[in-house]
C-alpha cells in the first residue's frame, strides 16, 4: 500500500466560513496517526497490493480558493478484494450494493440468500457469477471459493453469531453489521472464533469512518471546544410496516429501538470521548396498546457518566418522528452534527462567542466532502486484509456496545444507577484509525 496519509482531511477538502477557527491543522493531524489496540499476528490476504500512484494536476484556483483535492486512485478490479454478502435486505440493496461503485479495494463477489430469484436477479445487476450465488444451507462451501475474501453478514441481529462462526470456520475474514448480536455470551463467541480462525473480525460502524465524525473527534481530542461537559445525543424514528417484521421480534432482533437506533447515540459518546462510561441511568417507555410494541420497547432515555466529568444524555425511539443528531458542549464552544447518523446529508455546526459582541453567539457551518459511509467502511475491512492491520472497529467495539446495552436495559428495570469500574486509556476497544484513501 501507499505510504499513509497522516492527516484525516487535507485544508483543501475543509470549507469553513472565516469566522470559525475551529478546525485546526494540528487536530485533523493528529487523528490519522491513533494506535491503540495490539495487532493481529494474521497472515494478509494475497490479493490487492499497492495503490498506483495518484494522478496530479496543477492548481488552477487562487490561493483563497478551495482545491478539489485530486482524483481518487483504486486498485484494478481483478486485484480488489472480494466479498459475499450475507442477506438481501433492504440495507444490502439500497445502500450496500451501490456502495460497492464507490470502493477502491473491494468488489461483491458472491451472494448468500434464501431467496434464489432475488439473488439471481441482484447476481446479474452486479456481474456476480452463477455459480457464486449460496443459500443459508451450504454457506460453508464459501471455504472452496477463492473470489471471496470476506463476509458481509447483512442479517436479523440474533443470526451473526451463526454466520460468524459458521463464516469465519470457512477461512473467511467478517464484516458483521451493528449491533454485533443480542448478547454478550453471542458476541463473545464471534470474538473467539474468528480469533481460533486466525481471521479478521470488523464490526460496521459506519459512522466511525465518515469525514463529518472524524472531524468532530479531532476537534474533541485537541481542544477546540474547550473542555467537553456534555453530550446530546438522539436518534429515532416512528417505525411502521408489517407487524411481523422482525424488527418488532424480539427473538431475531434482541430489543427495540436501543439496539437497533440508540447504539449510535450510545456509540457515538465512546467514539467522541474515546471514553468508557463509569455509571448508566436509564427510563424505558412503551405506548400502552400499541401494537408495534407487544415484544420490543418503543422508547429510551440514558445517561452515561464517564471518568473526565462528561455526561452524555440519549434518547432513542420507535414513536417520534425521524431526529438523528448530537450536539457536544465544551467549555469554549458548541459543535454538532444535524443530521449525524443519516447515510447522507450529514452538517456540522460550531459555535463560538463573536469576535465583535460578547453577548452574541457566532455559528458557522464546516462544509466536508460527502463520502458514502458504506464504501468508506468496506474499504477499510479491505485495507485491513491487504496490509495485515487490525480495523478500527473490531469485535471489541461491538462487544463493549452490548454489555453496555444490557446494562441500560438493567438500570431502566431497577430504577437504580449502574456503577462500572474505570477503565484507562482511550479508544481502547478500537484498533488503529481508519486512513483517508487518495
Known amino acids: 500500500m501507499s505510504k499513509l496519509f497522516k492527516g484525516e482531511f487535507s485544508r483543501r477538502q475543509i470549507l469553513t466560513t472565516a469566522s470559525l477557527g475551529a478546525i485546526s491543522a494540528a487536530a485533523i493531524g493528529s487523528m490519522g496517526e491513533e494506535v491503540t489496540a495490539q495487532q493481529p499476528t494474521e497472515q494478509p490476504t ?13 492548481p488552477i484556483s487562487a490561493q483563497t480558493e478551495v482545491e478539489t483535492g485530486g482524483p ?58 452463477p455459480q457464486n450465488i449460496y443459500n443459508y444451507q451450504n454457506y460453508d462451501n464459501l471455504r472452496n471459493n477463492p473470489d471471496v475474501d470476506a463476509i458481509y453478514i447483512v442479517l436479523p441481529n440474533s443470526m ?30 464471534m ?9 479478521k473480525l470488523m464490526i460496521a460502524y459506519r459512522c466511525q469512518y465518515e469525514p463529518h465524525h472524524r472531524a468532530m473527534i479531532a476537534m474533541i481530542r485537541n481542544k477546540e471546544l474547550g473542555t467537553v461537559k456534555v453530550i446530546q445525543a438522539d436518534n ?28 449510535y447515540c450510545l456509540n457515538a459518546a465512546r467514539y467522541l470521548t474515546g471514553e468508557e462510561p463509569i455509571a448508566i441511568n436509564a427510563q424505558i417507555f412503551s405506548t400502552p396498546g400499541d401494537p408495534r410494541f407487544k415484544e420490543v420497547e418503543e422508547s429510551v432515555t440514558f445517561q ?62 464546516v462544509r466536508l466532502s460527502e463520502k458514502n459511509q458504506f464504501a468508506l467502511e468496506i474499504d477499510h475491512m479491505a485495507d485491513c486484509l491487504i496490509n495485515n492491520k487490525q480495523p478500527h472497529t473490531p469485535g471489541e467495539e461491538g462487544l463493549q456496545d452490548q454489555k453496555l446495552i444490557a446494562l441500560i436495559y438493567e438500570a431502566a428495570q431497577t430504577g437504580k444507577t449502574i456503577t462500572l469500574p474505570r477503565v484507562s486509556g482511550l479508544d481502547v476497544t478500537r484498533g488503529p484509525a481508519p486512513r483517508t484513501l487518495k
Not at 494475497?46 to 496543477?58: A, D, S, V, W
Not at 461483491?108 to 446479474?124: I, R, Y
Not at 470474538?191 to 481471521?199: S, V
Not at 432482533?253 to 437497533?260: Q, R, V
Request: proline share 6%; with cysteine; charged share 20%.
Open 304 to 365: 452515561l457518566r464517564f471518568p473526565s466529568g462528561v455526561l452524555a444524555i440519549c434518547s432513542t425511539s420507535y414513536g417520534f418522528h425521524e431526529g438523528r443528531r448530537f450536539r457536544v458542549f465544551g467549555s469554549d464552544a458548541w459543535g454538532q452534527l444535524d443530521p449525524a447518523f443519516s447515510y447522507n446529508g450529514l452538517r456540522m455546526m460550531v459555535s463560538r462567542k463573536s469576535p465583535t459582541n460578547s453577548m452574541a453567539e457566532n455559528i458557522s457551518e
Open 72 to 129: 481518487p486512485t483504486a486498485l484494478p478490479p481483478e486485484r480488489r478484494l472480494g466479498f459475499a454478502i450475507v442477506g438481501l435486505g433492504r440495507l444490502t440493496l439500497e445502500e450496500i450494493m451501490p456502495a460497492f461503485a464507490e470502493c477502491k479495494l473491494a468488489k461483491p463477489t458472491a451472494l448468500v440468500s434464501g431467496d434464489a430469484a432475488k439473488a439471481n436477479l441482484v447476481a446479474q445487476q452486479y456481474g456476480i457469477k
Open 46 to 58: 494475497p490479493r490487492g497490493g499497492t495503490l498506483p500512484p495518484q494522478i496530479k494536476f496543477e
Open 191 to 199: 470474538i473467539d472464533a474468528c480469533k481460533q480462525a486466525n481471521r
Open 236 to 263: 429515532g424514528q416512528n417505525q411502521g410496516g408489517d407487524l411481523d417484521q422482525w424488527r418488532l421480534k424480539r427473538a431475531l432482533a434482541g430489543g427495540g429501538s436501543l439496539p437497533d437506533v440508540g447504539i
Open 160 to 189: 451473526h453469531r451463526e454466520y460468524t462462526v459458521r463464516g469465519a470456520k470457512a477461512g473467511k475474514h467478517i464484516l458483521c453489521e451493528k449491533p454485533m448480536a443480542t448478547t454478550v455470551e453471542d458476541c463473545q463467541q
